[in-house]
């Protein structure tokens, strides 16, 4: 019998909260009285943003864009810990959402204590958006409880055992707060995926026999990174490369390949048990960052069935993107070929060759239905529960997809088998002391002499990854 998405969680939380070793934090937390927080009905929803790149800059437009129906909504106050990304996202959502941002530079806020002085600037049941690198995350979800704020965060969740530990049990204050919480694995969110989900369980696909998930590209982001400026803190270089780095997100492998490995045990309805996997570092020149260039990873469910996912970051080589199912009675395509709009179907035969069953958006005389975009439908749902009260928590699944993903890194990085439990339960914490960073503090990750940081070697570092 498959463990269901739904099932798993509790379980690994009950292991966990029996230990005797809980965070120390989180007990002054609990002793706090906890009133509910409901959503707003009759004003403006206020937002602070707390990391200012790329990811927060297109949540923060997709948080100004909400319906008439889910708004209205303001972004008042922000903070980084780099002052031009702070500058560059003020500057392109004023201009694109001019009478939505009201941000005057003193809710402008440099520095890592920033994320307080931005959530602040807040009352209870506003929003608060997580999208700094994921080692900072159970650092900003604490405070945001504390303050009685609604709360977005990007995936992943957590890079490690530690961090995905913390979060499960800081959630259990913000379900007894009634916080809605969103998480960026906007996969789940998306019309297709969602038709195919149900169709799915209808057993239009017959019994899965296997998936497979392909996320090989070029070299993305920060993954690779040559040696530190010799005029950079070294904290400050690892944040601006954070991809380079698996204290601050997990690597590459955790930061792009979530998607493919969240969607297609979606699809299943279950979290993979077991991972063994392998991959390698080719042509790596000067980079001194920590990740593989591929990754190759089979992951088991309860019932034996097989998820295999293939990863790479190297120029020249075949690229894919796409996820995919095979059934007993067909095969259909979870998402691809590439972008995050799914083309989700299903056909008779094993391949995409074979005669079309349904087609998302498919029409009888008429154009096709395009999906709406699911970076944008992710904050309608957040919205719409803030607003009418609904229960709204993905932080569960959330660190579910960020373990299963974390499960499958370190069996490749280790050479080793690693269990869901293992992953969960892992010892090694990747980021001591990342609630009391400041902008003058060592990285918890330091270089040798030559400047050149620890690597994964497969089969010589068991137990821990680099």
Same mark, same amino acid.
């Given at each position: 019998m498959d463990k269901k998405i739904d099932d798993l969680s509790p379980i690994s939380r009950r292991g966990f909260l029996g230990n005797s070793g809980k965070i120390a934090s989180v007990g002054t937390l609990a002793g706090m009285t906890l009133p509910m927080v409901h959503g707003k009905t009759d004003d403006?929803?206020?937002?602070?943003?707390?990391?200012? &790149?790329?990811? *927060?800059?297109?949540? =923060?437009?997709? +948080? %100004?864009?909400?319906?008439?129906?889910?708004?209205? /909504?303001?972004?008042?106050?922000?903070?980084?810990?780099?002052?031009?990304?702070?500058?560059?996202?003020?500057?392109?959502?004023?201009?694109?959402?001019?009478?939505?941002?009201?941000?005057?530079?003193?809710?402008?806020?440099? &520095?890592?204590? *920033?994320?307080?002085? =931005?959530?602040? +600037? %807040?009352?209870?049941?506003?929003?608060?958006?997580? /999208?700094?690198?994921?080692?900072?995350?159970?650092?900003?979800?604490?405070?945001?409880?504390?303050?009685?704020?609604?709360?977005?965060?990007?995936?992943?969740?957590?890079?490690?055992?530690?961090?995905?530990?913390?979060?499960?049990?800081?959630?259990?204050?913000?379900?007894?707060k009634n916080l809605k919480v969103g998480v960026g694995l906007m996969c789940r969110h998306s019309q297709a995926r969602r038709e195919l989900f149900s169709r799915i369980k209808d057993g239009e696909l017959g019994d899965i026999l296997a998936l497979r998930a392909y996320r090989m590209q070029g070299p993305i982001a920060s993954c690779f990174s040559g040696k530190k400026p010799a005029d950079q803190k070294e904290l400050m270089f690892q944040i601006s490369r954070f991809h380079s780095f698996l204290w601050l997100s997990g690597g590459s492998f955790s930061d792009f390949f979530i998607h493919n490995i969240d969607e297609c045990c979606w699809m299943k309805d279950a979290w993979p048990v077991k991972a063994q996997a392998q991959g390698g570092r080719h042509f790596r020149g000067d980079k001194i960052d920590q990740n593989f260039d591929n990754y190759t990873v089979e992951y088991t469910f309860p019932d034996e069935t097989k998820l295999y996912m293939h990863g790479r970051n190297m120029a020249g080589c075949k690229d894919e993107f796409s996820s995919n199912a095979h059934g007993t009675k067909g095969y259909a395509l979870i998402s691809g070929p590439g972008g995050h709009r799914s083309q989700a179907r299903i056909h008779k035969g094993q391949g995409p060759d074979s005669e079309v069953a349904w087609m998302f958006g498919q029409r009888k005389d008429q154009r096709p239905i395009r999906e709406n975009s699911p970076h944008q439908d992710e904050w309608e749902h957040l919205m719409d529960a803030i607003r009418n009260n609904k229960p709204f928590n993905e932080v569960e699944r959330g660190v579910a997809a960020s373990v299963v993903t974390s499960m499958g890194r370190m069996a490749a990085h280790t050479g080793q088998e690693i269990t869901y439990d293992q992953m969960l339960n892992s010892k090694h914490q990747f980021g001591p002391g990342v609630e009391n960073l400041t902008l003058d503090s060592d990285s918890p990750l330091m270089p040798d002499a030559d400047g050149i940081y620890p690597i994964p070697e497969p089969g010589k570092k068991k137990f821990q990854e680099y």
């Open positions: 403006v929803t206020k937002i602070a943003l707390v990391g200012c &790149g790329g990811r *927060g800059t297109g949540a =923060a437009s997709n +948080a %100004l864009s909400v319906s008439l129906a889910n708004g209205p /909504t303001k972004l008042v106050a922000m903070a980084d810990v780099f002052q031009h990304k702070l500058d560059g996202s003020y500057n392109g959502l004023k201009r694109k959402h001019p009478d939505k941002v009201d941000v005057p530079p003193d809710r402008r806020h440099i &520095g890592f204590g *920033g994320y307080k002085k =931005a959530m602040d +600037a %807040l009352d209870k049941g506003d929003v608060a958006i997580f /999208t700094t690198p994921c080692a900072f995350r159970w650092v900003h979800f604490e405070y945001a409880i504390k303050k009685g704020l609604n709360v977005f965060m990007e995936k992943p969740v957590t890079p490690d055992g530690f961090s995905s530990r913390k979060m499960l049990e800081l959630n259990e204050l913000a379900k007894k």
